[in-house]
């Protein structure tokens, strides 16, 4: 269309397509309503959503503390202006991310995650099925949709590395989502969740706001890194074990 490919009709398409076909299939392949979980749900479960609004915040910043201990981490401005730009900037972002993520999750945690829930595997594998699919979704993305520029911001890997990485990511990052949809029975947490994201990390990484040492990105990125995969799933099993017991007392 003449547009760079993140402004392409492509992009819209990848976007899209997932949410669209998952709605033709609960309206006219016999999938139904029931488990889409449109409803917020608020009632009792306030505290899940107050989860997902600082998850990424909360632990980006353990992230960011750790890697800056380790001298792997630098800030270019912390002052208080540089800080209220981030909030201003986060704030603008918020509304577009939002519902850019409508049609995310409405894929995702809308259909596929209540369809693979409703299989009876453990747990932890039916959130690993999920995230393998959410991540393998976005290799069209970071292959062709993703400027160089940005990706090469993101990571000092080669793109066959950073892939596999991106997607082990997801899996992790999909324990929690697909925890507070269980919890919730209810996909706006994880719209909240992933506008949050979206607005506050990939501003951080491509405003150069976060200066990691080169090569060390693997282990440190608030993104994309090892020690994030780390406080996830330990979120994520921490999330389980309440859904768990309060399964046991309903």
């Known amino acids: 269309m003449g547009n760079s490919p993140s402004e392409s009709l492509g992009m819209l398409l990848w976007l899209v397509v997932p949410s669209v076909f998952s709605l033709l299939l609960r309206a006219f392949g016999g999938d139904g309503w029931k488990d889409f979980g449109i409803r917020p749900n608020f009632k009792g479960n306030g505290k899940f959503y107050l989860v997902s609004l600082l998850v990424y915040p909360v632990l980006t910043l353990i992230i960011l503390l750790i890697g800056s ?20 900037v986060f704030l603008v972002g918020a509304l577009p991310q939002f519902v850019k993520n409508i049609f995310e999750e409405t894929a995702w945690r809308g259909y596929l995650a209540p369809k693979v829930y409703a299989l009876g595997l453990n747990d932890f594998v039916g959130h690993a099925m999920v995230g393998l699919i959410w991540g393998a979704w976005h290799i069209p993305y970071y292959l062709y949709f993703l400027d160089r520029s940005i990706l090469e911001q993101f990571t000092t890997l080669p793109v066959t590395l950073y892939i596999p990485l991106a997607i082990l990511v997801m899996i992790a990052w999909g324990m929690v989502y697909g925890e507070l949809r269980l919890l919730t029975n209810s996909i706006w947490p994880a719209v909240l969740m992933h506008m949050v994201e979206d607005a506050l990390l990939i501003q951080l990484i491509t ?15 608030p ?9 996830f799933v330990a979120l994520g099993i921490g999330l389980r074990q309440i859904r768990k017991r309060r399964e046991a007392t309903a």
């Not at 201990?69 to 540089?82: E, H, R, V, W």
């Not at 993104?223 to 406080?231: C, D, K, N, R, V």
């Open 69 to 88: 201990l380790a001298g792997l981490i630098t800030f270019t401005d912390l002052s208080m202006n540089a800080l209220g730009m981030i909030a201003q």
């Open 207 to 221: 405003d150069n706001r976060v200066q990691i040492v080169r090569g060390a990105d693997w282990l440190v990125s």
């Open 223 to 231: 993104m994309h890194g090892l020690i994030g995969i780390g406080l």
